[in-house]
């Protein structure tokens, strides 16, 4: 059975695609569907576009099509202050919550197994052959996991961060995770989220941004934790 891999938008899985071997492609619902293997696995990858209506779209056509043992989502995120968490670190989702709509939905906690295979293949990750996965992994200071939130559209205060990160004890935020969580919850499907850290939210200043630091720390991780499930 494949594996699953979902980011919001392209620029999240540029590594992912060029390791991707023996690629075909499908177009279902106007969504691009990348087959082919890593390490030897049989991996299927889509970019949902931004949100969690995209997200649900995409995770369903994902399942329905191509049956996943797994779905992966990955991609940037957001650090709230106190997280510990710097620009560039990993976040890995222990539960994922609606933020703007959390009286009306249940949390959705993510594979703890899964999870736990996870920090066995970050401790690893320096353990391969790629010149360019050694170098990415380098820059990989720290990975914590802890509860995500997503939101409707990316806090721009600092107020609303401290807020949210208290109401919920997040340690992250995104756009998309918990509408996946929740697809792969209703189909009994595991499901695990990993994200790049590409800012501190707080008030907005996308100067002090790195998305493509996150990125692709990100994907290398991704890679890791595939070569070891």
């Known amino acids: 059975m494949s594996i699953g891999l979902i980011s919001a938008v392209p620029f999240e899985g540029e590594i992912i695609l060029k390791y991707l071997k023996r690629i075909t492609t499908e177009v279902f ?18 970019a949902s576009g931004i949100g969690k209506t995209n997200a649900s779209h995409t ?44 009286k009306y939905f249940n949390e959705f906690p993510l594979d703890k197994i899964l999870l736990k295979k996870f920090v066995k293949s970050f401790n690893l990750i320096t353990r391969h052959g790629s010149a360019e ?12 996991p802890g509860p995500f939130v997503t ?22 935020e995104n756009m998309e995770g918990v509408a996946v969580a929740h697809i792969c919850t209703l189909y009994g499907i595991p499901m695990v989220e990993i994200r790049g850290i590409s800012n501190i939210v707080e008030d907005r200043d996308m100067s002090k941004w790195d998305l493509k630091l996150a990125a692709e720390n990100c994907q290398m991780v991704v890679m890791e934790f595939l070569k070891e499930i």
């Open 29 to 46: 619902e106007g969504l691009t569907c990348y087959r082919g293997r890593i390490w030897d696995k049989d991996i299927v990858y889509l």
């Open 151 to 172: 939101v409707s559209t990316c806090t721009g205060t600092i107020k609303r961060a401290l807020e949210l990160e208290k109401r919920f004890n997040a340690i992250c």
């Open 59 to 102: 995770v369903t056509i994902l399942i329905e099509k191509f049956s996943p043992r797994l779905v992966i989502n990955f991609g940037v995120g957001g650090a709230y202050p106190s997280s510990g968490l710097k620009i560039g670190d990993i976040a890995i989702a222990e539960k994922e919550i609606y933020g703007d709509e959390e």
């Open 133 to 144: 996965l050694a170098e990415a992994s380098s820059l990989v200071t720290k990975m914590k």
